[in-house]
């Protein structure tokens, strides 16, 4: 029996070296015991560096699948991969792909169980702000992963906070940024970590704001955030009130808004101004920005931009904060992520005529803060009309529907947008469905937003081909 002892954690290094010289000695695996540090290595640290024996070569499949599984807690992880190593060495190459093999379930699932730890710690760790002792502002956060992950997110959080100084806590190692360098360093200590900071009362003010009643789904929010990790939230100790007060916020949501509705009769208004008749897009557009918004809560209109008789208009939903104070469509943080999206698919902004379903911004005021409130669907089929008008004049060949409000406003039927996402007929014009760009700013990691951010890149894409085709 051969011992072989790694570095505690994740030592991937240590445990390609050592896979590279069993192989290169053809030691089978029931002949190796693994082991942590602490017992005495096989090939010790001094040649653990060296290139004494040539790289194995893998499958692709298993080469990414083992620095997820080397990351894992479970102590036979070494001998799991080093079995697997083995046996696709000698003529199981595709081994990976029979699912229904034991270890090949059991690598698979801990390769999920770390995956699904890092997309935790991408989500959870929360900042709270300290000072060193030459007066430096710290960000300091503890986290309690489940598996040796910590130095396999560095990355990610280096990314994300390039320019804080902060350090990561956790009990199975720590992270230290300067802004420049990294250091990883031991395990620490709960009581290492600062317990709460000044911003926390407003973050929690910010969550508390923010949280819709109407669409509470404990469930769901056990499944994404499970109780283990509410004790490092600030915001959790709001959940289990907000949780208790929702049927009643909700009802008076419901009350409030049929209030408004009984205040005004904006179909009226709306068949007032069908009646003026605008014969050009100018004329309609002083229309818009002199009639009364069909939204409560907003100041101006929000017109679309463009070209005329272009290849194709985009419809998003309803301005946002800084497009409705700025009068433009698409200028935020989403519509930085549609320009981006359009320069790589091929497509010119400047060829494109943009637009909203609902062309006022509706807010709900808090302090000096607007927050964005979705247009319910009868304010969306008030602008119908509107909408319908602007592309007769504008006359793109393909419409573009970003979001299931700019579907409802084109389609005037409550539609699913995943469900409907591709080609689409509004009313005999060729269209496509996709989501809207904001869409892409809400998943929780990073892997979620690339992932989201590819696949509305590939629509675009498709639109642009769906452009030539159509000539």
């Avoid at 900071?197 to 407003?202: H, L, N, R, S």
């Avoid at 008789?309 to 301005?319: K, L, T, W």
């Amino acid at each position: 029996m051969i011992g072989v002892a790694l570095h505690e954690g994740a030592d991937i290094e240590g445990f390609r070296a050592v896979v590279r010289r069993l192989a290169a000695g053809k030691v089978r695996p029931e002949s190796v015991s693994w082991s942590s540090a602490g017992e005495v290595d096989l090939f010790g640290d001094r040649e653990r560096g060296t290139e004494s024996a040539a790289p194995v070569a893998l499958p692709r499949a298993l080469g990414e699948l083992i620095p997820l599984v080397v990351c894992h807690s479970d102590r036979e992880r070494y001998g799991l991969l080093y079995s697997a190593i083995w046996r696709v060495l000698h003529g199981e190459r595709a081994l990976l792909d029979v699912q229904s093999d034991p270890l090949v379930h059991r690598l698979e699932g801990m390769a999920k169980s770390v995956r699904r730890d890092l997309h935790k710690m991408h989500a959870f760790v929360r900042f709270r702000e300290t000072h060193d002792p030459d007066g430096t502002e710290r960000f300091v956060s503890w986290f309690e992963p489940e598996h040796f992950i910590v130095e396999a997110t560095a990355g990610f959080f280096v990314e994300r906070f390039q320019s804080l100084v902060w350090s990561i806590l956790t009990p199975k190692g720590a992270l230290h940024w300067d802004r420049q360098s990294l250091r990883i360093a031991p395990p620490a200590q709960r009581s290492d970590a600062p317990q709460s900071d000044g911003f926390e009362a407003a973050w929690r003010c910010y969550y508390e704001n923010v949280f819709n009643p109407a669409r509470l789904n404990p469930k769901a929010m056990r499944q994404h955030m499970p109780a283990k990790y509410w004790r490092n939230l600030p915001e959790a100790a709001s959940i289990a009130g907000l949780v208790q007060q929702a049927p009643a916020r909700a009802r008076e949501m419901i009350a409030r808004e049929a209030a408004e509705r009984e205040k005004r009769d904006p179909l009226k208004a709306v068949a007032a101004m069908a009646e003026q008749g605008p014969q050009t897009l100018e004329e309609l557009n002083r229309l818009i920005a002199a009639s009364e918004p069909l939204t409560p809560g907003a100041d101006r209109a929000v017109l679309g931009e463009g070209p005329m008789e272009p290849a194709v208009a985009f419809v998003g939903e309803q301005p946002g904060d800084q497009k409705e104070r700025e009068g433009r469509p698409f200028i935020g943080p989403a519509g930085q992520l549609f320009d981006r999206a359009l320069g790589e698919a091929g497509i010119d902004r400047a060829s494109v005529y943009v637009t909203n379903a609902v062309k006022h911004f509706k807010y709900e005021p808090r302090g000096k803060k607007r927050l964005h409130k979705r247009p319910n669907p009868g304010e969306v089929k008030r602008y119908r009309w509107w909408l319908q008008r602007e592309l007769s004049f504008v006359r793109p060949k393909l419409v573009v529907a970003m979001g299931g409000t700019a579907l409802l406003g084109l389609t005037g039927k409550p539609l699913s947008v995943l469900r409907s996402r591709g080609p689409i007929s509004f009313d005999g014009l060729p269209g496509y469905a996709t989501v809207h760009p904001s869409y892409l700013l809400r998943p929780p990691d990073e892997a979620a937003k690339r992932e989201a951010y590819d696949a509305f890149r590939d629509d675009l894409v498709a639109v642009r081909r769906l452009i030539a085709a159509n000539g």
